[in-house]
């Protein structure tokens, strides 16, 4: 099965595309996680994508499709993937489509998480982040077991830079400006479904899971 995740940012397109990994056996693909390793590891692929990151730009697609391009042909992805931040624009979607189609192949569903910009500064003020293994979490609605510490590996939490109020709202306004009309074009497509992200975490997830079956 092949997944694309789309919704504002904060609207739990990571949170749930973990989930669906697991319960698909398949693996999850998130270009700003990918972008975040490579920074952590130092890379110039990663100095290059922080510049636009932390101004809430988007990084140019001459180099995030050649990344997710070579990412999904790993062997892991040969029985599907969930895309989670890919596509981002229409170029992207297009570069997808047509790579896709090159080879017989076609995205199965297009999970529109819907949250509304004023619930979205504040999933981001609370969110924390483990830099370590990139487990996410919230002040309030997924709160690690000990304050601060991640459940999983046990490392400090921090806020993500590009989690400052100033910086969400740009990246908001790249959403509606770049990333919503993806909407249409999937809509077109037949392949979009649309679910409640307002609604706590394991309701969307249920709804989610209706969509695509077991
Ligand atoms: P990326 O990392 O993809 O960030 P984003 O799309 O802005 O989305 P987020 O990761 O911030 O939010 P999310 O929807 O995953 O929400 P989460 O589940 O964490 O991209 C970062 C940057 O990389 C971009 O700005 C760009 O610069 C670059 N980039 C990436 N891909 C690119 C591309 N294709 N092209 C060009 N540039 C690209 O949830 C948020 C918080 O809310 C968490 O704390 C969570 O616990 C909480 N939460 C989740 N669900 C719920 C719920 N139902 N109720 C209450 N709280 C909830
Ligand atoms: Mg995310």
Avoid at 99 to 125: F, H, K, Q, T
Avoid at 145 to 153: L, R, V
Avoid at 195 to 210: H, P, S
């Amino acid at each position: 099965m092949k997944i694309i995740m789309v919704g504002a940012p904060g609207a739990g397109k990571g949170t749930q595309a973990k989930r669906i990994a697991e319960k698909y056996s398949i693996p999850h693909v998130s270009t700003g996680d990918i972008f975040r390793a490579n920074l952590k590891a130092g890379t110039e692929l990663g100095m290059k994508a922080k510049v636009f990151m932390d101004q809430g730009a988007l990084v140019p697609d001459e180099i995030t499709i050649g990344m997710l391009m070579d990412r999904i042909h790993e062997a892991d992805c040969a029985g599907g993937y969930v895309l989670d931040g890919f596509p981002r624009n229409i170029p992207q979607a297009e570069s997808l489509t047509a790579a896709l189609s090159g080879s017989g192949e076609a995205i199965d569903y297009v999970v529109d998480v819907d949250v509304p910009d004023e619930n979205i500064i504040e999933r981001m003020s609370g969110r924390r982040t483990c830099p370590k293994c990139g487990a996410s979490y919230h002040i309030r609605y997924a709160r690690p077991q000990s304050e601060g510490i991640c459940d999983a590996c046990g490392t400090a939490l921090i806020q993500r830079i590009d989690d400052a109020a100033e910086t969400v709202k740009k990246r908001l306004d790249v959403y509606h400006e770049q990333t919503q009309p993806l909407i249409d074009y999937y809509s077109k497509a037949g392949i979009l479904r649309s679910v409640d992200g307002t609604q706590d975490m394991e309701k969307v997830f249920t709804d989610i899971a209706a969509i695509l079956g077991d």
